[in-house]
């Protein structure tokens, strides 16, 4: 089957609004938000646009609302990214997170759903899993996101389920349950990796492996691990110039995965093009700031490697 | 000298967006905010909807975004007010509050100023000063309320003085004295009436009286209290039908009083009048979904004192 797309994304595409504060206020008190900043996020858009930026022929899916800014769509454009399905929802506001910093650099953070949560009565967009390869079922309703796996597993796609932070508020063992059974690849970091674990009643990592063919397990500063039936690879990871903020390095993780996998690597070269990959995404603030080219990542998978 | 207004206010005009979450986020984590809820407010626009709608001529001046709600200008107008000087900042956007209460009914909030930080570098409005017999400066940037308070003074005005919560932290012991020494009617809670003894060095509540020949301190559920050279007037409380939610219940009062004074009522009754106003602003959401009559103030005013 000819594909137009390599990889298809189904996520979150939201604004991401940071603040600093004095302090966090206690229980019945209102503090002040100081030297905002807007900066366009979520799961979904940050994977594509970096995975685009890579070379990888991405789509995406996502509800945003009629407050959408064109400076985000023209972005997405620009980056690459097929946005036939992202679509704004009338009378909704495009979905938001807003992040506080207090002056010990803690962060509190709020999650808006907003347009997203229509997501339960909308039919299913079809474009982005219909015309890609893999097709990565991110962030969003449980309801929505089974519909999309059925139909990719029917059309015979490798699906690839990331719930990230939301397996944790979102989903339920049950709906859990019901996705992972159409799931060839299972994105997770190590505490997502224990959560799905604990809602399928199980107890090593490798029993996750009656249900998809492959975890991808990110761990942070402590690299990643790939867990197939035959194998368990360990990589580790690729220094940063610096850390400014780690906000999106999952979503370069797993761009780059998606770029060694266009480029036909095996899956441990995969890995660390991966985390060479999101060492630049936390050199800046936000996940769409500094978007690396393939040379960029190549060059430092080949040079910093720390095992 | 004639006046198209009786009472001119200088203070927020602000959106009020309530959520519910389970729980308020710990230090580094992110939690979902549920149920949104947008309502008008702001003290200003609080003060000036309320007044109106009890039959006093009012004129509001704040500065908003230009996201500012068509249906917000729309509803200050009908109210009556004067909308002269609510001026749009282009490229800014309106101030707003997030508050959000947990499953325990605690509540936190987070102010964003926005437009109104455009304060420091504008010129004043000068139309709400110069069309009122009263000039109220509630909340805003202390260099421009210095700028009105002088204006107002200067053309024989009525100077009150309400900086509300923003005293806390907004002000300084120099910014809210240069702003005493323009005022002849301070409007405090009992927690800001504190604040400002200390910042003024004073010990008693009459202390404040070199500076101001009135002050209104508000107690909440203890009514309150009005401080002349000649006298103390302890006013009491209006039951509300329920309470359903105290925002706005201080504006609620000060329209009432106002409105006494539009009347000519002497100041205990005025007191009264401001209590039986606040008794409705607590039987609904927000400060601006139950606009009480005159006629309905007055009647509640003469049956439910409670002392």
């Not at 060492?279 to 490697?305: C, H, Y």
Request: with cysteine; proline share 4%; net charge neutral.
């Amino acid at each position: 089957m000819r594909h137009s797309n390599f990889v298809g994304v189904y996520g979150h595409t939201a604004l991401d609004v940071i603040y600093n504060s004095d302090k966090f206020p206690s229980p019945n008190t209102t503090v002040e938000l100081k030297s905002r900043q807007e900066l366009f996020g979520g799961t979904g858009a940050n994977l594509v646009r970096i995975a685009s930026t890579l070379g990888v022929p991405t789509a995406l899916a996502s509800h945003v609302g009629s407050d959408f800014p064109q400076d985000f769509m023209d972005a997405l454009k620009k980056s690459g990214v097929d946005t036939t399905d992202v679509v704004k929802v009338r009378g909704q506001r495009t979905p938001f997170v807003i992040m506080i910093s207090d002056s010990e650099h803690n962060q509190i953070g709020f999650v808006d759903q907003a347009a997203v949560l229509e997501q339960d009565r909308l039919p299913i967009r079809t474009h982005t899993a219909d015309s890609s390869k893999f097709v990565h079922i991110g962030t969003g309703r449980p309801s929505y996101m089974l519909k999309v796996a059925k139909r990719a597993k029917g059309r015979k796609k490798t699906v690839c389920f990331d719930p990230a932070q939301e397996i944790h508020y979102v989903y339920t063992p049950e709906t859990l349950k019901a996705i992972m059974g159409y799931t060839d690849i299972f994105f997770c970091n190590s505490a997502e990796l224990e959560r799905a674990k604990s809602y399928l009643n199980l107890k090593e990592d490798v029993e996750l492996l009656s249900y998809v063919n492959m975890i991808v397990n990110t761990r942070g500063g402590d690299g990643s691990r790939i867990i197939t039936e035959d194998d368990e690879i360990i990589v580790g990871t690729i220094k940063a110039d610096k850390v400014v903020d780690t906000t999106g390095a999952g979503d370069g993780y797993r761009a780059g995965f998606y770029a060694g996998l266009n480029k036909s690597l095996p899956f441990e070269e995969c890995a660390w093009v991966g985390a060479a990959t999101a060492s630049f995404i936390v050199e800046s603030i936000g996940a769409q700031n500094k978007l690396p080219t393939w040379d960029m990542v190549q060059r430092r998978a080949a040079r910093r490697k720390c095992v």
